[in-house]
């Protein structure tokens, strides 16, 4: 296997790592609902926005709008890269290495950039390594450099990132320790919730998060369960249901814009599908160049999906594709 040429972890070891753990999330769950997704379905038009070097750890694991490019986290390489709508990427900046290494980066053992947001004109990304001054929430700052804006624990692996303009804070998924983080712009963090159905049950729990409504929802990757958390008015975590299950491996998600519909990523066995409630239809496959999605975007009726090709390693890629209403 190739090493990566900006970091030290070996891909090879990468691989095997989450192909063991991975394959455990694609346990086959109960089939999928049959009924229709109302309000969307994705047409057949998947193209290849971008293909990625893997070699040079150009895994994107998360995606913003900004204007009319999009901007990702490549994760091995810990980088942001700015992707313009015809394919160009162009690297805005790469998180310092960790002094050792980031061998003790929880789950994984490789440092890796991973949630996103773009708040205020300013990209803010989690960065996972092990290490206790550097894992947490940094900003890019102007020169291309990034300042450390959160400290999160050691044995932590910051995943899913969105911001509430609403309480003027970040909110954090860690999907090692199965907990959401409340993050103020002073950097001050707390534990925003530990419910029990977070957690981790062999591989990694809570990872994606989204705001809808004035609810937050955060899918669990072993639990294959999206969850409503209600958000009382002091901005406390309220009550959790739970909204979908048997989705083997889910990864992030979106919202398409009707509704509570979902768009959300399945890992593991490389599929894209929509979600309406205990109904969910695949959309996007591996037919389509998908490798294993981490995460999608909704823009109007196109939606770009990011696939870091964890497992296979080979072609992490950005694709697009359209959905069209019924």
């Not at 990468?14 to 086959?28: E, K, M, Q, R």
């Not at 803010?124 to 940094?138: K, P, Q, R, S, V």
């Amino acid at each position: 296997m190739p090493t990566l040429r900006s970091s030290t972890i070996p891909l090879g070891l990468l691989a095997a790592g989450l192909l063991v753990s991975l394959a455990a999330c694609a346990t086959p769950a109960p089939a999928p609902q049959s009924a229709p997704v109302s309000a969307y379905s994705a047409t057949s038009d998947a193209s290849t926005l971008v293909s990625l070097d893997v070699s040079a750890g150009q895994l994107p694991e998360n995606i913003v709008s900004a204007g009319d490019n999009v901007v990702v986290t490549f994760a091995a390489s810990r980088q942001l890269a700015s992707v313009a709508p015809d394919g160009t990427v162009d690297i805005l900046g790469t998180l310092p290495a960790p002094e050792g290494g980031g061998v003790t980066t929880p789950v994984l053992g490789f440092p890796l950039a991973t949630g996103l947001a773009l708040v205020d004109g300013s990209y803010f990304a989690l960065y996972a390594t092990g290490e206790a001054d550097t894992t947490g929430l940094w900003t890019l700052e102007g020169d291309g450099t990034f300042a450390l804006v959160a400290a999160l624990p050691a044995a932590s692996l910051p995943n899913g990132l969105t911001f509430d303009e609403k309480h003027d804070r970040f909110l954090a998924t860690d999907s090692a320790l199965g907990v959401i983080y409340s993050i103020d712009r002073s950097g001050a963090v707390q534990t925003w919730s530990d419910d029990p159905q977070l957690a981790v049950t062999g591989f990694l729990g809570a990872n994606g998060i989204q705001l809808h409504d004035g609810e937050v929802y955060v899918s669990n990757l072993d639990a294959g369960t999206i969850l409503r958390i209600e958000v009382e008015d002091d901005g406390a975590a309220g009550s959790v249901s739970m909204v979908a299950s048997d989705l083997a491996g889910i990864d992030d998600f979106a919202f398409t814009g009707r509704g509570d519909q979902i768009i959300a990523t399945l890992n593991p066995t490389s599929e894209v599908v929509l979600v309406d409630g205990e109904n969910h239809t695949t959309v996007l496959s591996e037919d389509d160049g998908l490798t294993n999605p981490t995460s999608v975007l909704v823009r109007g009726d196109t939606i770009y999906v990011a696939s870091a090709a964890y497992v296979n390693q080979d072609t992490p890629n950005l694709l697009t594709a359209t959905l069209r209403a019924k």
